[in-house]
């Protein structure tokens, strides 16, 4: 207990100073008196690993693991703050900050969702963009908008920020989702319930050395027909596996007929195009017959044409249709048996 | 005069909280102390403990204050917290059997029985052992289904003095919670007639109803409700009772 007078550091416990001989006075303390109290978004995660202690016999010194000291440090710097923010929100979160933006995560999270169900569509655009949008802004709110002060300087690392993001995102595209193409459907198939123009879903490694079942639909590289003559250069589009390798197709009063079973029209529509001249093939080993619309311009089709248009070998099918897409209301799994 | 006799419980219409015939009443730590034991048994444990923190405002020394803020922490299930706090009272009160044993409790309900037993043998190892040592053994032990905790409530109620209505009440709400509906009842039964102002009694006493089946239920939580408006447990439980099916009333579940 140090005395006020002459500073000399006395005993504790005494009440005059062993030097000066001054009253000694306690220096009042003070106590905090208000319990911390629990975030209230901790209860579902406290309740789970009391759970776990009482169920399963969890260690009881077992707790969420906290974040390293020299990660809160390092996420102070705006750059690193702003890589961490890739993950939306874990920058805030290991400084603590989570509260300050826990709305946009959830709007990110909602408008990725939605985004990604509508996706194809204009608003799953909107949607998506919305995303990048926020996920931008919290990545931006973190150290970025405090390191500027004026407006402008602000608005073009925004800018920046989101131009970023937005590359990040195609790039998540382009690589990860890279296996899922979208395309329309060119061939109305009653029984699949697919019209002309319906967007459907399809998967690359689907199609990877697959042995397609009959009435797959497919996304082929189909010759094109120039003049008179069938070229070599290919474009993709959609079709319907009708007859499978080794097997003899015709057309017969508009049916198709595989080896010589009528097949069913409504499984199996004919193609207008294809229904003008007589055809008939056996279908080489590797190779499908894929029916598909085709505007042919007035050409004067053969069947020969016809022939080198429809049969693909199995490289050119690009992918296995899976799903339609769009429009919203028909959105389920395809299914070639049907 | 007996410690509860005192206490409001806001029917006074011609006098405001605090208020007391002709002069007000000095805003000390009991006076905050009252209030939060007031909130307690109404069941409004965020109230009450905003009440302790205030009387440890007007005395950081004042012991009920920092064992009803922990208490009040147990209550609203914030065990980690209140362990934190417990803890921060040990400092000022240190080896302090009711502070031990109420950190037993905190541990217990988090599911931390090892602990929670080293706590309550350390408080009931101590000279002076009051109810609420003997109450948080009984709890403990109920965690390890033990036989003997049923004694040691006995034993609670038995040394309770004047303290007698709130430890029946947590010895009721103790055997209610782990599911003895039928010993939870009787002592319920005897605190609704000794505190017939207090909302968690009554609701308390529905719930234990409520899972014997019995249709008093409805009744006990209206009282609850009637004494403390728009309180949500309450209202909860009574929408449930009023929503069961004959079959499921007659069956208790």
């Keep these: ?338 | 005069m007996r410690r509860f006799s005192r206490l409001e419980f806001g029917d006074r219409s011609d006098e405001g909280p605090g208020k007391q015939g002709a002069g007000e009443e000095m805003r000390d730590e009991e006076y905050f102390h009252k209030q939060a034991l007031r909130y307690w048994f109404a069941g409004d444990f965020e109230l009450a403990l905003r009440n302790y923190s205030r009387a440890l405002e007007q005395n950081s020394a004042f012991y009920p204050g920092w064992l009803g803020q922990v208490l009040m922490l147990i209550e609203l299930g914030e065990y980690k917290e209140a362990a934190v706090w417990v803890d921060k009272a040990l400092e000022m009160f240190p080896e302090h059997p009711e502070l031990l044993a109420t950190k037993a409790v905190a541990c217990a309900r988090d599911g931390r029985l090892e602990k929670a037993i080293a706590y309550s043998d350390n408080s009931i190892a101590k000279d002076n052992v009051t109810s609420r040592v003997w109450l948080a053994r009984a709890e403990v032990l109920l965690n390890r289904k033990s036989n003997i905790a049923q004694n040691c409530i006995s034993k609670a109620v038995g040394v309770a003095g004047d303290d007698g209505p709130m430890v029946r009440l947590q010895a009721g709400r103790l055997l209610n919670w782990k599911g003895d509906y039928a010993a939870a009842l009787q002592y319920l039964r005897t605190i609704v007639d000794e505190l017939p102002k207090s909302a968690l009694a009554w609701y308390e006493l529905g719930c234990c109803q409520a899972k014997l089946g019995r249709s008093e239920a409805k009744i006990s939580f209206e009282q609850a409700l009637k004494l403390h408006p728009d309180w949500r447990p309450a209202e909860e439980a009574l929408r449930k009772v009023e929503t069961k099916g004959f079959f499921a009333r007659l069956f208790g579940r």
């Design chain 1, 1 to 338: 207990m140090r005395c006020q007078r002459c500073q000399f550091e006395n005993i504790p416990g005494e009440t005059r100073c062993l030097r000066c001989g001054s009253i000694l006075e306690a220096k009042d303390v003070a106590v905090d008196v208000h319990p911390p109290r629990m975030a209230y978004w901790k209860k579902p995660e406290r309740a789970a690993l009391r759970w776990l202690r009482l169920h399963i016999a969890l260690p009881e010194g077992l707790t969420v693991p906290r974040v390293p000291a020299f990660l809160r440090i390092m996420s102070a710097d705006a750059f690193l703050g702003l890589i961490l923010s890739i993950i939306p929100g874990l920058a805030h979160y290991i400084s603590g900050r989570f509260r300050e933006i826990r709305w946009f995560v959830l709007g990110w999270f909602l408008a990725l969702l939605a985004g990604i169900f509508f996706y194809g569509g204009g608003l799953g655009f909107l949607l998506l963009g919305l995303a990048v949008g926020l996920h931008g802004w919290i990545a931006f709110s973190y150290a970025l908008s405090k390191e500027r002060t004026e407006i402008s300087g602000k608005i073009r690392d925004f800018a920046v920020v989101l131009v970023v993001f937005a590359i990040f995102y195609w790039g998540i595209r382009a690589t990860a989702f890279r296996d899922f193409v979208f395309g329309l459907s060119n061939l109305a198939i009653p029984n699949q319930d697919v019209q002309v123009g319906d967007v459907l879903l399809a998967r690359r490694s689907r199609a990877h050395g697959g042995n397609f079942p009959r009435g797959s639909l497919v996304f082929g590289r189909f010759p094109q027909i120039y003049g008179n003559q069938v070229m070599p250069n290919r474009y993709t589009v959609s079709g319907q596996i009708v007859a499978l390798p080794g097997e003899k197709i015709e057309i017969n009063g508009g049916r198709f007929v595989v080896n010589e079973k009528v097949l069913d029209g409504d499984k199996f529509p004919v193609p207008r195009w294809l229904s003008r001249e007589q055809l008939s093939a056996t279908i080489p080993v590797d190779c499908y017959f894929v029916s598909t619309a085709y505007r042919h311009g007035g050409a004067n089709l053969t069947g020969g044409m016809m022939r080198d248009v429809c049969i693909l070998q199995k490289s050119d099918i690009e992918a296995l249709a899976v799903m339609r897409w769009f429009p919203l209301a028909k959105r389920g799994f395809l299914r070639a048996d049907q």
